[in-house]
Structure formats: structure tokens, C-alpha cells
């Protein structure tokens, strides 16, 4: 049972425009969202998380938006750069899940120039 | 801040033989540790969860015997695989938590068993 989903495997956009990732969890005991980024044969980057008291958390060009009632997070990337391209995992976890964290399939990212 | 260290970035070894990955938080303490695998083009997969002082809690279906998790310090956990066989050939990923939800990454260990 997949309880964090990504829906959309990859993802092409045009450098300047806005990136728009969006994941979906089933878990309804997440209260802790988080998005990585991720190169080949690297270990995932954090780039930012959110907390359910939250619907919205903004770093640089980088907005996280919370739909709890929709069990739905998203990630913007404005303007979106060529170096912006890699794969980007959402993630969650809860205190019942004792801290790990749940990761969603990976949307791949690729910003055109 | 908040760097995670892994060690070695790639391995190859024969089949029947051990490999220990090393996993330090270069600059916090990390009373969690955690150790992922991922395959070619799937998401990571926790294996287990390590705990300084104590023994590793492993995820359903991760033999514990195989991989052998120790986290001696608060800083440094190692994940050894015993026996390393080709179906145990992946990209283990290890990370620290300084804060509660918040997971740092090391940059990952490419294993390749022949």
C-alpha cells in the first residue's frame, strides 16, 4: 500500500516558467511533509518541509502548499532553472511513525533552457 | 551545516564477501540514524532504523543477519552486508537526524557484487 503517492513520473518545463510537483498521502497520521532533491548517484537534498499547522512555507523560489482536508501537498519552483533538473521526492512522517519517513515515488524534472 | 558523510561512494567485491558502509554526521549529533536502499528508478525503500546504543529496528522483510547495522556513536553508524550476493548489488543511502522529522542525507554507496 503506497501511502505517498507522486502521480506524475516526470515532469518537462521551460527555464523561467514555474514547476509544479504534486504528491498525494493516504496517511491521514502524517503531520510532517518534506521535499528532497535528488541527482543520480547522490543522496537526497532537503529543500523544504512543512508542518500540518500549516497550509503554505516559502524558501527563495521554492513554495510548499498543504491541502490537509485533500491529503494533497505541492511543490513550486519559480522561475525554474536548468539546474532545478533532477528527480524530486515528497516525503512524510508522523509521530506515530516514530520519525522515519515515507517517500512518494519521484517526479524527474526537466527544466528545457 | 548538517553534512552526512558516507563512505565508500562505490564498492565492487566477489560474491561471498562483506562490505561495511560507513555513515557520519560530520557536524550535529544524530541519535537516529537511518539506512535506505534504492533500486534503478524507484524510490528509497527504509531498511531499518538505527539507534545509538541500542539495536536496529528493521523494516518487514530486511534480514537483519544480512545487513548487520551498528551505531556506536552519535555520529557514526555502519551498515555491513554479509555474504554480499548479486541481488544484494544497489544504492545504499544512509541518513542522520539532528531534529525530529528532519533527515539529512549522505551521497550514497554504489555496491556492485560479481
Known amino acids: 500500500d503506497q501511502q505517498v503517492k507522486q502521480n506524475s513520473p516526470s515532469l518537462s518545463v521551460q527555464e523561467g516558467r514555474i514547476s509544479i510537483l504534486n504528491c498525494d498521502y493516504t496517511?491521514?497520521?502524517?503531520?510532517?511533509f518534506l521535499w528532497y532533491k535528488k541527482y543520480p548517484a547522490e543522496g537526497p537534498t532537503f529543500l523544504i518541509s512543512?508542518?500540518?499547522?500549516?497550509d503554505k512555507n516559502e524558501d527563495g523560489r521554492f513554495t510548499v502548499f498543504l491541502n490537509k482536508s485533500a491529503k494533497h501537498l505541492s511543490l513550486h519552483i519559480v522561475p525554474s532553472q536548468p539546474g532545478d533538473s533532477a528527480v524530486y521526492f515528497c516525503?512524510?512522517?508522523?509521530?506515530?511513525?516514530?520519525?522515519?519517513?515515507?517517500f512518494g515515488g519521484g517526479t524527474r524534472v526537466l527544466v528545457k533552457p | 551545516g548538517a553534512v552526512v558523510s558516507q563512505h565508500p561512494s562505490w564498492v565492487i567485491c566477489k560474491s561471498g564477501t562483506s562490505v561495511k558502509i560507513e555513515c557520519r554526521s560530520l557536524?550535529?549529533?544524530?541519535?537516529?540514524m537511518f539506512w535506505y536502499r534504492q533500486f534503478p528508478k524507484q524510490s528509497l525503500m527504509l531498511m531499518a532504523t538505527?539507534?545509538?546504543?541500542?539495536?536496529?529496528?528493521?523494516e518487514q522483510g530486511v534480514e537483519k543477519d544480512k545487513f548487520l547495522i551498528n551505531h556506536a556513536s552519535l555520529t557514526l553508524s555502519t551498515l555491513t552486508v554479509t555474504s554480499a550476493h548479486p541481488e544484494d548489488s544497489s544504492f545504499y543511502i544512509c541518513?542522520?537526524?539532528?531534529?525530529?522529522?528532519?533527515?539529512?542525507f549522505g551521497a550514497g554507496t554504489r555496491l556492485s557484487v560479481l
Open positions: 541518513s542522520a537526524s539532528p531534529l525530529q522529522n528532519i533527515q539529512y
Open positions: 496517511n491521514s497520521m502524517f503531520d510532517y
Open positions: 512543512i508542518s500540518s499547522i500549516k
Open positions: 516525503a512524510a512522517s508522523g509521530k506515530a511513525a516514530g520519525n522515519k519517513l515515507t
Open positions: 557536524d550535529f549529533q544524530a541519535t537516529t
Open positions: 538505527s539507534n545509538e546504543g541500542s539495536k536496529a529496528t528493521y
